[in-house]
T-cell receptor
Framework: AQKITQTQPGMFVQEKEAVTLDCTYD???????LFWYKQPSSGEMIFLIY??????QNATEGRYSLNFQKARKSANLVISASQLGDSAMYFC??????????????FGKGTSLLVTP | DTAVSQTPKYLVTQMGNDKSIKCEQN?????MYWYKQDSKKFLKIMFS???????INETVPNRFSPKSPDKAHLNLHINSLELGDSAVYFC???????????????FGPGTRLLVL
C-alpha cells in the first residue's frame, strides 16, 4: 500500500517569508499523482496544486510551488511570501487504487501552519 | 455557484438515531466520494461511486449505506449512530477517464456530525 508521510505536525513562519512543508511518499507504481490541499479553520478542503509523476517540471500555482524530487520520493510544498490567511492545515495526498476500477486519495496526517505578523 | 455542496453542515443527534447527509455536485463529474475526517484530522476514504455504481467500499460498518440516485448526487445514510461516528464527513467529486490534474478531487464543505 502507498504511504504518505508528513513529518512536521506544526510550523511557524513570519508574514512575507517563504515556508516549505515536507511530504514524502512511498509507491511502487511508475505512474502516480500527488496533491496538496489546504484546510483553514473554517473546515473546507481547498485544492492547491497537483504534480504528476511524469511531469517534467515542478508544478506552480501562484504563490504555491512543488519541490518535486522523484528519486527521493518527496513532494514538498513551498509557499512564498506567506500571508496571515495562509494559516491552516495542509495535507499532502496521493491518488491510490482501492479497487479494480476505483481510485481515491490517500492522505498524510497534515501539517498545521501558523503565519505570524 | 457552489461546486460541491453538502447538507446539513452541522448535525447533532443522539446515539441510536438514524441520519442522512446529502451531497450534490454541479461540476459535471462522474465520480463521487465520501471521506471521514476524525478528531485528529486524519482523512480516510469510505466509499466511491462512478456513474451510480459503487466502486470503492472500504472497511466501514454496515450501518453506513451510501446511495447515488444519479451521478450528480451521493447520499450517506447512517443507522444506529454511535459515539465513535462523531467526525467530519466530506463529499468529493472528480472526473475519471482522464489523467493527471484533471482527476483532481473537489471537496464539499463537510458535515460536522456530533453524536451525544
Amino acid at each position: 500500500a502507498q504511504k504518505i508521510t508528513q513529518t512536521q505536525p506544526g510550523m511557524f513562519v513570519q508574514e512575507k517569508e517563504a515556508v516549505t512543508l515536507d511530504c514524502t511518499y512511498d509507491t511502487s507504481d511508475p505512474s502516480y499523482g500527488l496533491f496538496w490541499y489546504k484546510q483553514p479553520s473554517s473546515g473546507e478542503m481547498i485544492f492547491l496544486i497537483y504534480q504528476g509523476s511524469y511531469d517534467q517540471q515542478n508544478a506552480t500555482e501562484g504563490r504555491y510551488s512543488l519541490n518535486f524530487q522523484k528519486a527521493r520520493k518527496s513532494a514538498n510544498l513551498v509557499i512564498s511570501a506567506s500571508q496571515l490567511g495562509d494559516s491552516a492545515m495542509y495535507f499532502c495526498a496521493m491518488r491510490e487504487p482501492y479497487s479494480n476500477s476505483g481510485y481515491a486519495l490517500n492522505f498524510g496526517k497534515g501539517t498545521s501552519l501558523l503565519v505570524t505578523p | 455557484d457552489t461546486a460541491v455542496s453538502q447538507t446539513p453542515k452541522y448535525l447533532v443527534t443522539q446515539m441510536g438515531n438514524d441520519k442522512s447527509i446529502k451531497c450534490e455536485q454541479n461540476l459535471g463529474h462522474d465520480t463521487m466520494y465520501w471521506y471521514k475526517q476524525d478528531s485528529k484530522k486524519f482523512l480516510k476514504i469510505m466509499f466511491s461511486y462512478n456513474n451510480k455504481e459503487l466502486i470503492i467500499n472500504e472497511t466501514v460498518p454496515n450501518r453506513f449505506s451510501p446511495k447515488s440516485p444519479d451521478k450528480a448526487h451521493l447520499n450517506l445514510h447512517i443507522n444506529s449512530l454511535e459515539l465513535g461516528d462523531s467526525a467530519v464527513y466530506f463529499c468529493a467529486s472528480s472526473l475519471t477517464g482522464t489523467s493527471g490534474r484533471w482527476e483532481t478531487q473537489y471537496f464539499g464543505p463537510g458535515t460536522r456530525l456530533l453524536v451525544l
